[in-house]
């Protein structure tokens, strides 16, 4: 079955960039994804990625996708306190008419002022 | 506008007993998923509505739990003899069929089962 992987923790200083690493191993198509979850709140989708591109950046975030690794990385320029958060990897296949998500463990992200 | 509300936020309850967890999902939105997530781990799928029916189910752990979405709007989550794993907290998330990709949470409702 469907399996997504990532590290536990992750420290930066804020004004420095983050980068948030993910591993899946899905091999068909399929849809990766990057949730955020703030404490007391809902998961937040912040950007998805089909597994035919490469790279996708939406403002401060840059998603990229390694195909042949099932690697999957999401980076944060200019990392602020407010980014501090639990990020979940999740990918879905893309066929079957509906989302099945399968999540990550989440990375815990500190953002040190 | 509204999100996904879920009610209660806590629910504490004895070992044995019956407990409901409800899902009111944003306007308009046929998709309706319920997540368990344990302490320190990811959601993990348990169902998934579209309309009123159960389209999969397949994440659903035992017959002890059970969900049901009668009207295709308000969904409920019923656990029976409810055991101390069964703790975690519960997640429901909506989706239009416009967007094939976002599911929008809720906040949850966390279940501790003494």
């Known amino acids: 079955g469907e399996d997504v992987e990532q590290s536990l923790f992750l420290s930066v200083r804020e004004g420095d960039s983050s980068v948030i690493n993910c591993t899946y191993t899905?091999?068909?198509?399929?849809?990766l994804y990057w949730y955020k979850q703030e404490p007391g709140a809902g998961l937040q989708l912040l950007t998805y990625?089909?597994?035919?591109?490469d790279m996708k950046q939406d403002q401060r975030l840059t998603v990229l996708l390694n195909k042949k690794d099932k690697h999957l990385s999401l980076r944060i320029a200019d990392t602020q306190t407010g980014d501090s958060a639990i990020y979940f990897c999740?990918?879905?296949?893309?066929?079957?008419?509906?989302?099945?998500?399968?999540f990550g463990t989440g990375t815990k992200l500190q953002v040190i002022p | 506008g509204a999100g996904v509300s879920q009610t209660p936020s806590n629910k504490v309850t004895e070992k044995g007993k019956y407990v409901e967890l409800r899902c009111d999902p944003i306007?308009?939105?046929?998709?309706l998923y319920w997540y368990r997530q344990s302490l320190g781990q990811g959601p993990e799928f348990l169902i998934y509505?579209?309309?009123?029916?159960?389209?999969?189910d397949s994440g659903l752990p035992n017959d002890r739990f059970f969900a049901v979405r009668p009207e295709g709007s308000v969904s409920t989550l019923k656990i029976q003899r409810t055991e101390r794993g069964d703790s975690a907290v519960y997640l429901c998330?909506?989706?239009?069929?416009?967007?094939?990709?976002?599911?929008?949470f809720g906040p949850g409702t966390r279940l501790t089962v003494l």
């Open positions: 998330a909506s989706r239009p069929d416009s967007a094939y990709n976002e599911q929008f």
């Open positions: 899905d091999s068909s198509s399929t849809y």
């Open positions: 990625i089909f597994s035919n591109m």
């Open positions: 999740a990918e879905s296949p893309s066929s079957g008419g509906y989302q099945k998500v399968t």
């Open positions: 306007s308009g939105h046929t998709a």
């Open positions: 509505f579209q309309g009123t029916g159960a389209a999969d």
